[in-house]
């Protein structure tokens, strides 16, 4: 992630972007970068299929949206982000793979994995302790797609900045 290497705690004062955030990237040198500076940014990354893995790729959700100066959605990317990542373990297979994009006005998420199956909405029952996932999803969405591909697929999701 490309920041300037010197902190300049006094330009979040100047322009009253909140900064407050637990990932801790206040802390690191650099300095958070204002929308009309930040164009269009980029994480990915790629992990076994375990469930640990899960809250590493929160912490990389919540530290790249720090980082970008989006540290204001980073509660709802976060819930995204879990609940596809936790679909591709529990339904896919293989390794999976996350990646942020961050443009102006929208963050997109994408999570791969190599499962053939592919994730349907449905209504969960009120004594289900799953089955919601998707809907949450769409809830916080301004859409998600499923892109087949000859080994796997990716679910990839839209949420808006404002």
């Not at 980029?42 to 992990?47: D, E, M």
């Not at 499923?146 to 404002?162: D, I, M, N, Y």
């Amino acid at each position: 992630m490309p920041v300037s290497s010197t902190s300049r705690q006094s330009d979040a004062r100047q322009d009253g972007l909140d900064r407050t955030d637990s990932s801790g990237a206040e802390r690191r040198p650099g300095r958070v970068l204002a929308a009309a500076e930040r164009g269009a940014w980029s994480a990915s990354a790629s992990f076994p299929p375990q469930p640990a893995n899960v809250a590493r790729a929160r912490r990389l959700t919540r530290t790249a949206l720090a980082a970008w100066g989006a540290a204001h959605v980073a509660d709802s990317a976060e819930l995204l982000v879990s609940e596809l990542v936790t679909n591709a373990l529990r339904y896919g297979r293989g390794a999976v793979s996350l990646a942020l994009t961050l443009t102006d006005g929208m963050l997109q998420i994408s999570v791969s994995d190599f499962g053939r199956g592919v994730p349907t909405l449905r209504a969960a029952g009120d004594d289900e302790t799953g089955g919601r996932g998707l809907a949450l999803v769409t809830a916080l969405c301004e859409r998600w797609t499923v892109t087949t591909r000859l080994s796997g697929k990716t679910v990839s999701c839209w949420l808006e900045l404002r």
